[in-house]
């Protein structure tokens, strides 16, 4: 599975964007997508997940503002940024990875498959 992602922007605080992520490749009713973002000078951090395309769940500083969703065809999945603010700065990648159990969504080493990510600044 080959994971692309986009979307990515320059947005003023309160503003929205949408990134997307496209799999090529077989992907089965068992994968679990997710996005991670990265910070300048911190670690990777989980932003949200679809386990096993059904459940969502998400960090508790995007609940509420950020809503994680996949196509039909479970080929594209999206990430729904609201109410941005200067603290959401950060590149965004997307990962898959099939079998994971519940607890380990929230992992970054668990992912088998990620996309290059995307970059999405927030300016106050």
């Given at each position: 599975v080959q994971l692309q992602a986009s979307g990515g922007g320059l947005v003023q605080t309160?503003?929205s964007l949408r990134l997307s992520c496209t799999a090529s490749g077989r992907t089965s009713?068992?994968?679990?997508?997710?996005?991670?973002?990265?910070?300048?000078?911190?670690?990777?951090?989980?932003?949200?997940?679809?386990?096993?395309?059904?459940?969502?769940?998400?960090?508790?500083?995007?609940?509420?503002?950020?809503?994680?969703?996949?196509?039909?065809?479970?080929?594209?999945?999206?990430?729904?940024?609201?109410?941005?603010?200067?603290?959401?700065?950060?590149?965004?990648?997307?990962?898959?990875?099939?079998?994971?159990?519940?607890?380990?969504?929230?992992?970054?080493?668990?992912?088998?498959?990620?996309?290059?990510?995307?970059?999405?600044?927030?300016?106050?």
């Amino acid at each position: 599975v080959q994971l692309q992602a986009s979307g990515g922007g320059l947005v003023q605080t309160g503003g929205s964007l949408r990134l997307s992520c496209t799999a090529s490749g077989r992907t089965s009713s068992g994968t679990s997508v997710a996005w991670f973002r990265q910070a300048p000078g911190k670690e990777r951090e989980f932003v949200a997940a679809i386990f096993r395309f059904s459940n969502t769940y998400y960090a508790d500083s995007v609940k509420g503002r950020f809503t994680i969703s996949r196509n039909n065809a479970k080929t594209t999945f999206y990430l729904e940024m609201n109410n941005l603010k200067p603290e959401d700065t950060a590149i965004y990648y997307c990962a898959a990875s099939e079998s994971l159990i519940l607890s380990s969504i929230y992992g970054s080493d668990n992912y088998k498959y990620w996309g290059q990510g995307t970059l999405v600044t927030v300016s106050s």
